[in-house]
């Protein structure tokens, strides 16, 4: 199997800190990840993808002053909630892709974030 | 951005009785998945099936795919109080690399003893 790790699996920071949270592929090497983000009750959007040794691609809607991500290395990418508040408390989950006939993603199990 | 629409959005039934959830997409793809998250928690893969598959069965779910209208239905049969949980479909939207799964809204399925 493809197992990938988060960490921290929760956290609570106080209104305009920064918070990292890793996202590691244990047993394989993902050029790509991704970060969603999901708050209660509803689906998992996709923010960004990751791709080592380059800028990551965001979508609409997402800053990316805000929201930085790092994807130095063939099994970790970070993604930075800079200057948090209580509007970004969510549910935060990566996913690698395994390159494949089918290129599947295994997700991380996620990491809760709370903004005092 | 969204792909799927699941439907319904939520599902109450008795144990044992069978569970179909619906989802439909827009766009082409390569695969389609399915996926359980229990509140609060991580997701969990349940089923691939691939564009040229037309239904997949993994123990206790069934899975078909119908390209031309663009939908999928999952089906759990004899459900128990354990398979309480939101379940979403996501497409994988096409063989270019980099292409994230995208997911749809979710069914929340309750399963009462």
């Known amino acids: 199997g493809a197992v990938v790790s988060q960490h921290p699996s929760r956290v609570i920071c106080k209104s305009g800190t920064s918070v990292k949270i890793e996202c590691r592929s244990l047993?394989?090497?993902?050029?790509?990840m991704f970060w969603y983000r999901q708050f209660p009750k509803q689906s998992l959007m996709l923010m960004a993808t990751?791709?080592?040794?380059?800028?990551?691609?965001?979508e609409q809607g997402v800053e990316k002053d805000k929201f930085l991500i790092n994807h130095a290395s063939l099994t970790l990418s970070t993604l930075t909630v800079t200057s948090a508040h209580p509007e970004d408390s969510s549910f935060y989950i990566c996913?690698?892709?395994?390159?494949?006939?089918?290129?599947?993603?295994?997700f991380g199990p996620g990491t809760r974030l709370t903004v005092l | 951005s969204q792909q799927g629409e699941e439907d319904p959005q939520a599902l109450s039934i008795q144990e044992g009785e069978n569970a179909t959830m619906n989802c439909s997409y827009k766009?082409?793809?390569?695969?389609l998945q399915w996926y359980r998250q229990n509140s609060g928690r991580g997701l969990v893969h349940l089923i691939l099936?691939?564009?040229?598959?037309r239904e997949k069965h993994s123990g206790r779910l069934r899975v078909t795919l119908d390209t031309s209208k663009k939908s999928s239905s999952l089906l759990i049969t004899a459900s128990r109080a354990a398979d309480t949980a939101s379940y979403f479909c996501?497409?994988?939207?096409?063989?270019?690399?980099?292409?994230?799964?995208?997911f749809g809204k979710g069914t929340t399925l309750s399963v009462s003893s």
């Open positions: 996913s690698a892709r395994k390159t494949g006939l089918d290129n599947e993603q295994f």
């Open positions: 047993d394989f090497q993902a050029t790509t």
């Open positions: 990751s791709n080592e040794g380059s800028k990551a691609t965001y």
């Open positions: 766009t082409s793809i390569n695969n």
């Open positions: 099936i691939r564009s040229n598959e």
């Open positions: 996501a497409t994988g939207p096409g063989v270019a690399r980099g292409t994230a799964l995208i």
